[in-house]
């Protein structure tokens, strides 16, 4: 069958984005079908606006303690609305990048609706056929909302519409304390919001190391956002012009409720049974080639479960290119994979945790942990909670790093960088600037050494004898 099309990419945000991008310049004939505006969610209702937020609201946290450096303000007030539009300003400033203009100006043919696989050889958009040697399924995911009695009837909030609010909520019940509930919960109680995070697991952030989210924790005490954890909120009722939520056997009267309970795939819409493509209420199924049960259909990003971050939607969709537009040979890796909660302290994670690790290599690991009490530059800024903790090999293999503190998610990519060469912890222990917060990694890297010493009698004593000797020699 002739078809006019190499690849057609359904979704255009961050992995379909780079796939249309990337195939175009290759001089690959390309159609982009998107149902909404480019960008996804990252830039509308995710990532782009929820780091503009949290900005902010570190900006008033900082003028509000000011005094703890010495700096007295007089007052110090949060306008709301012009928060949301530096929300507002920063998405416009970053969209150009995600235009249809500049992706026409690439060469790719942007097509907006939501279209429908009418067999496994064909994809009709607006009445349009098109066939192509392969198809890509990069839709994304929404908001999961669970089945919560009279939440539907009272109102909530998700990341699609808590940008788009003018006026700060008085009062706001968080359900679900992932990364998403940590983020915007802290953010709208630092601009004056009083919060209450509940979270149906016994830590906030339950996918992190429980340390490294304890730290976080007593953060958003100190700070005085309330938190009602190991509940399951399961009723709501509107009660004047308040919400009653209730958590098992607690209670909250709220303003606002904002659900951030994980996402759903956007895969019903597309009549994928047509096609022969598989799925399930976690996402698409695909092999480590990122191929669906139909194998000229390819998937990436939310929409096939997983890791549900904008790097690793950019990160598959680099496989999906090579697989799709050549030959299928190329296994999508999983090795390394870094994350951030964009908290403050922040907390960055790669690789194993301490109980994976323990699972996987027994008592055979060393958990080397560094705290950033201990770093001076840490000191100077009066950012001294939380630490580096990394998780290693005896031979110095990283298997996994969890830092909780300021900047944390800048700071992991050296670990990254270390584990994706497959170099030993040791190799963090060079030289560092002093004094910078960086330095966090090498004296941990170095704890490693020290640990095999204090270990290695057989080595102090050596050492011992032989300064014995050079002090009787001299
Ligand atoms: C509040 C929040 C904060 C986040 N913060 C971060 C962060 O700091 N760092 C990070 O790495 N990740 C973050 N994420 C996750 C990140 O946004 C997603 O992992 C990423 O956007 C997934 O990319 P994607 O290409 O799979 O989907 P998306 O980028 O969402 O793109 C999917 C596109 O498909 C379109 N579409 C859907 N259905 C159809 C259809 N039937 N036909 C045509 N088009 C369709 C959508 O309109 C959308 O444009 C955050 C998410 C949220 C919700
Ligand atoms: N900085 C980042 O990279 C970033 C930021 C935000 C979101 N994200 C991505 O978006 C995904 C979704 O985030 P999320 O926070 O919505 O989901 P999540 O799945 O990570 O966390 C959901 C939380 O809700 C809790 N929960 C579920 N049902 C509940 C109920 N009925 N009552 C109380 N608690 C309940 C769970 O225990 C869990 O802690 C993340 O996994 C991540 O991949 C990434």
């Known amino acids: 069958m002739r078809v006019d099309y190499d690849i057609v990419v359904i979704g255009g945000g961050s992995g379909g984005l780079v796939i249309a991008g990337a195939a175009a310049q290759l001089n690959a004939k390309v159609a982009l079908v998107e149902k909404d505006r480019l960008g996804g969610d990252c830039l509308w209702y995710g990532c782009v606006p929820s780091k503009s937020l949290i900005h902010a609201a570190r900006v008033a946290y900082e003028v509000k303690n000011s005094e703890r450096f010495g700096v007295c303000v007089n007052t110090s007030s949060v306008n709301f609305s012009q928060v949301m539009d530096y929300v507002k300003n920063v998405i416009a400033a970053i969209e150009p990048h995600d235009s249809p203009q500049r992706f026409e100006g690439l060469g790719v043919e942007v097509i907006f609706g939501s279209g429908k696989f009418i ?8 009445g349009k056929i098109l066939k192509a040697r392969a198809f890509v399924i990069a839709t994304g995911s929404r908001p999961n909302i669970p089945n919560i009695s009279g939440l539907k009837e009272s109102g909530y909030l998700t990341n699609e519409d808590v940008f788009s609010l003018t006026h700060c909520p008085e009062s706001l019940a968080i359900i679900g304390a992932g990364p998403i509930g940590c983020e915007l919960g802290q ?29 976080i924790e007593k953060q958003f005490l100190e700070e005085g956002i309330k938190i009602i954890k190991n509940a399951r909120a399961d009723k709501v009722e509107i009660i004047g012009n308040k919400k009653k939520l209730r958590a098992n ?18 895969a019903e819409s597309l009549n994928l049974e047509s096609a022969e493509v598989e799925y399930d209420k976690k996402g698409i199924k695909v092999n480590d080639k990122l191929q669906t049960t139909n194998s000229k259909i390819y998937a990436c990003g939310d929409v096939i479960g997983g890791y549900q971050f904008t790097h690793v939607a950019s990160h598959e969709a680099v ?16 090795n390394v994979i870094p994350w951030t909660t964009f908290t403050d302290p922040e907390l ?58 300021k900047s944390a998610g800048e700071l992991i990519h050296e670990i990254v960088l270390a584990m994706s060469n497959n170099l030993k912890v040791s190799a963090l222990s060079g030289i560092h600037v002093y004094p910078t ?31 014995a000797i050079r002090r009787s020699l001299s």
Do not use: W
């Open 119 to 126: 067999n496994s050889d064909i994809f009709e958009v607006n």
């Open 187 to 215: 953010s709208f109680h630092r601009l004056g919001t009083k919060v209450t995070l509940i979270n149906s697991h016994p830590h906030l952030l339950p996918k992190e190391d429980p340390e490294a989210a304890d730290v």
């Open 249 to 266: 056997e607690q209670e909250v009267m709220v303003d606002e409720i904002l659900v951030c309970t994980g996402r759903s795939p956007n």
């Open 319 to 334: 496989t999906v290119i090579t697989n799709a537009l050549f030959f299928p040979i190329n296994k999508i890796s999983y």
């Open 348 to 405: 960055a994670r790669v690789g194993l945790t301490e109980t994976q690790a323990k699972e996987k290599y027994g008592d055979n690991i060393y958990v080397l942990k560094q705290q950033f009490s201990e770093v001076d530059r840490a000191q100077a800024e009066g950012a001294i909670e939380g630490f580096s903790k990394i998780i290693v090999k005896e031979n110095g293999e990283i298997l996994g790093a969890h830092l909780v503190g």
């Open 437 to 467: 917060l960086s330095e966090v990694n090498s004296k941990a890297a170095l704890l490693l050494r020290k640990r095999k010493f204090s270990q290695n009698k057989g080595l102090q004593s050596i050492l011992s004898k032989f300064f």
